[in-house]
């Protein structure tokens, strides 16, 4: 009887112990859970130059009442028109510009760590339709490749900027655009080969699977570099200080024999002696403070060590200028780089 007893104890302990462990994952399951959001787009669009220019704003807010952080990406249909990253309030606000028609526009939330991915609801809009040649841009990833992209410091990142013709069909004469970005963070840079791109009044709009390059759209490589903190040493020999010589004593040579020879020829002139040897430690401790100390440095400690990009999410903006001989045409788009392993 009493070992039934201590059997049932011990069962008894097990189950007690087995409720404690599932009440303490309870809450820390609850907690990885993401939240649920809710994504809200507004579009005003007004007209310039006969063409429709699009303000976007998105905002995204979590189920807790709280702004969300990430990127969110414009949607026009099935196309990708614009990324950009959330500010602190969980706003974001990228310019855009469309072709003559109808558009349906939907901001799409990615989603990060804490919340749920969600999309708004679709906001059509017509854009005016217009005569004169213009051109829109396209983004999309090649290394990594998917959008929006994401490197650690020290990486580079490839996009392929498309230059898409509007109307140029009314060219009279070739359409050159030349590319730049804008919105990235210090210590990183970008460049695109090529930086200017041709459009003809044959250039096609489209292009269909498997075409050759001469019946697409022209496209230019954008390279995106970051740079990850430097940690090697540059080695200092002994030589390094020896070949400063000569070029310290150049400069500290002819000014000492200038200077003792003036106060030689003025030694029954002690006004002039005393402004000789004033000059004299004048320059001393100008060579030591501009020349020597900043060497000493260099030498005793080396090269300070290259910063790091750092650490966040951006948007940045790749522009495309053009002019057809009367006013000039600029078109942007957005796109989100969010950095890793940076200072």
Same mark, same amino acid.
């Given at each position: 009887?009493?070992?039934?007893?201590?059997?049932?104890?011990?069962?008894?302990?097990?189950?007690?112990?087995?409720?404690?462990?599932?009440?303490?994952?309870? &809450?820390?399951?609850?907690?990885?859970?993401?939240?649920?959001?809710?994504?809200?787009?507004?579009?005003?669009?007004?007209?310039?130059?006969?063409?429709?220019?699009?303000?976007?704003?998105?905002?995204?807010?979590?189920?807790?009442?709280?702004?969300? +952080?990430?990127?969110?990406?414009?949607?026009?249909?099935?196309?990708?028109?614009?990324?950009?990253?959330?500010?602190?309030?969980?706003?974001?606000?990228?310019?855009?510009?469309?072709?003559?028609?109808?558009?349906?526009?939907?901001?799409?939330?990615?989603?990060?760590?804490?919340?749920?991915?969600?999309?708004?609801?679709?906001?059509?809009?017509?854009?005016?339709?217009?005569?004169?040649?213009?051109?829109? $841009?396209?983004?999309?990833?090649?290394?990594? +490749?998917?959008?929006?992209?994401?490197?650690?410091?020290?990486?580079?990142?490839?996009?392929?900027?498309?230059?898409?013709?509007?109307?140029?069909?009314?060219?009279?004469?070739?359409?050159?655009?030349?590319?730049?970005?804008?919105?990235?963070?210090?210590?990183? +840079?970008?460049?695109?080969?090529?930086?200017?791109?041709?459009?003809? &009044?044959?250039?096609?709009?489209?292009?269909?699977?498997?075409?050759?390059?001469?019946?697409?759209?022209?496209?230019?490589?954008? $390279?995106?570099?970051?740079?990850?903190? +430097?940690?090697?040493?540059?080695?200092?020999?002994?030589?390094?200080?020896?070949?400063?010589?000569?070029?310290?004593?150049?400069?500290? $040579? &002819?000014?000492?024999?200038?200077?003792?020879?003036?106060?030689?020829?003025?030694?029954?002139?002690?006004?002039?002696?005393?402004?000789?040897?004033?000059?004299?430690?004048?320059?001393?401790?100008?060579?030591?403070?501009?020349?020597? /100390?900043?060497?000493?440095?260099?030498? /005793?400690?080396?090269?300070? /060590?290259? &910063?790091?990009?750092?650490?966040?999410?951006?948007?940045?903006?790749?522009?495309?200028?053009?002019?057809?001989?009367?006013?000039?045409?600029?078109?942007?788009?957005?796109?989100? $780089?969010?950095?890793?392993?940076?200072?």
């Amino acid at each position: 009887m009493r070992g039934l007893n201590c059997r049932g104890l011990r069962l008894e302990a097990v189950a007690g112990l087995g409720i404690a462990m599932a009440l303490a994952v309870l &809450p820390a399951a609850a907690s990885a859970q993401q939240i649920t959001t809710h994504t809200v787009l507004t579009v005003e669009t007004s007209e310039q130059g006969g063409h429709t220019q699009a303000t976007v704003r998105v905002a995204v807010n979590g189920a807790d009442g709280l702004p969300a +952080s990430g990127a969110v990406i414009i949607e026009d249909g099935n196309r990708e028109l614009a990324e950009a990253a959330l500010n602190s309030d969980g706003e974001a606000s990228p310019g855009l510009s469309f072709a003559g028609g109808d558009h349906a526009l939907r901001a799409v939330y990615t989603g990060d760590a804490s919340h749920l991915g969600s999309a708004s609801v679709t906001s059509n809009v017509s854009a005016q339709t217009s005569s004169t040649p213009n051109f829109a $841009l396209s983004l999309a990833a090649v290394l990594p +490749s998917t959008l929006p992209l994401t490197l650690t410091a020290g990486q580079a990142g490839t996009i392929a900027v498309t230059v898409v013709p509007e109307d140029n069909a009314a060219l009279t004469a070739p359409m050159f655009v030349t590319l730049s970005c804008s919105g990235l963070p210090s210590e990183a +840079s970008c460049t695109f080969t090529p930086a200017t791109l041709e459009i003809l &009044p044959t250039t096609p709009a489209s292009c269909p699977s498997g075409s050759l390059a001469s019946a697409c759209p022209p496209v230019s490589s954008m $390279l995106l570099q970051t740079q990850a903190q +430097s940690t090697s040493q540059l080695v200092r020999p002994a030589q390094h200080l020896r070949g400063a010589g000569p070029v310290a004593w150049a400069i500290l $040579l &002819p000014g000492m024999l200038a200077l003792g020879g003036l106060a030689w020829g003025a030694r029954r002139r002690r006004w002039l002696q005393r402004l000789a040897l004033v000059a004299f430690v004048g320059l001393v401790t100008a060579l030591g403070t501009t020349a020597c /100390k900043p060497l000493y440095n260099y030498y /005793k400690h080396g090269p300070t /060590k290259n &910063p790091a990009t750092p650490s966040g999410t951006y948007t940045v903006t790749v522009t495309g200028q053009s002019s057809n001989g009367v006013t000039a045409i600029t078109n942007n788009t957005t796109m989100v $780089l969010t950095v890793t392993g940076g200072s």
